[in-house]
T-cell receptor
Framework: AQSVTQLGSHVSVSEGALVLLRCNYS??????LFWYVQYPNQGLQLLLK??????LVKGINGFEAEFKKSETSFHLTKPSAHMSDAAEYFC????????????FGKGTTLSVSS | GAGVSQSPSNKVTEKGKDVELRCDPI?????LYWYRQSLGQGLEFLIY????????KSGLPSDRFSAERTGGSVSTLTIQRTQQEDSAVYLC????????????FGPGTRLTVT
């Protein structure tokens, strides 16, 4: 069965600092991988996804993630945090073969201080 | 509208009452998913509809939960005899057939059971 682990339920950074949110997955086959963001009192928004091809994926708002099969990881990064990046971030996987529901991690809340 | 819509946005109910939550998917999307977002639990898959196929109910937590999808479009999630632990945000998502890995989420219904 697939599972997703997000290391750190809370991450705090200063404005302008590097953002690194960690995600590891467990899957018998390489899955599709996603990062979603949820701003306060809003719905989920897709940040980026990896399906096939280039393992470094660029998303919206300057975020990117790299699929590392050997490490079963899909960490999310942004070189310079903005106050507006404060939100909850979810990593998710989808079975590439069955293509059904997403399996989510428990989320990481990102706080950005000035 | 262009996105997934859900109603009501907020629902407060007394323990033991039944509730119905509605989801209107994006027009043309044949796949529809329900998830539950509980504090500290992240996002849990509940049920998945794909066209006319039998739904995948593997995520429903108990037989008090059921869902239907009429005419391949609107879906209703019903919770019978609500319990306090049912308090959560219920999210609906939809996708095109064959693109189950690209799901679009609605804003959710916040259910509070008192």
């Amino acid at each position: 069965a697939q599972s997703v682990t997000q290391l750190g339920s809370h991450v705090s950074v200063s404005e302008g600092a590097l953002v690194l949110l960690r995600c590891n997955y467990s899957s018998s086959v390489p899955p599709y991988l996603f990062w979603y963001v949820q701003y306060p009192n809003q719905g989920l928004q897709l940040l980026l996804k990896y399906t096939t091809g280039a393992t470094l994926v660029k998303g919206i708002n300057g975020f990117e993630a790299e699929f590392k099969k050997s490490e079963t990881s899909f960490h999310l990064t942004k070189p310079s945090a903005h106050m507006s990046d404060a939100a909850e971030y979810f990593c998710a996987v989808s079975d590439r073969e069955a293509g059904t529901a997403l399996i989510f991690g428990k989320g990481t809340t990102l706080s950005v201080s000035s | 509208g262009a996105g997934v819509s859900q109603s009501p946005s907020n629902k407060v109910t007394e323990k033991g009452k039944d509730v119905e939550l509605r989801c209107d998917p994006i027009s043309g999307h044949t796949a529809l998913y329900w998830y539950r977002q509980s504090l500290g639990q992240g996002l849990e898959f509940l049920i998945y509809f794909q066209g006319n196929s039998a739904p995948d109910k593997s995520g429903l937590p108990s037989d008090r939960f059921s869902a239907e999808r009429t005419g391949g479009s609107v879906s209703t999630l019903t919770i019978q005899r609500t319990q306090q632990e049912d308090s959560a945000v219920y999210l609906c998502a939809s996708s095109f057939s064959g693109r189950a890995w690209e799901q679009y989420f609605g804003p959710g219904t916040r259910l509070t059971v008192t």
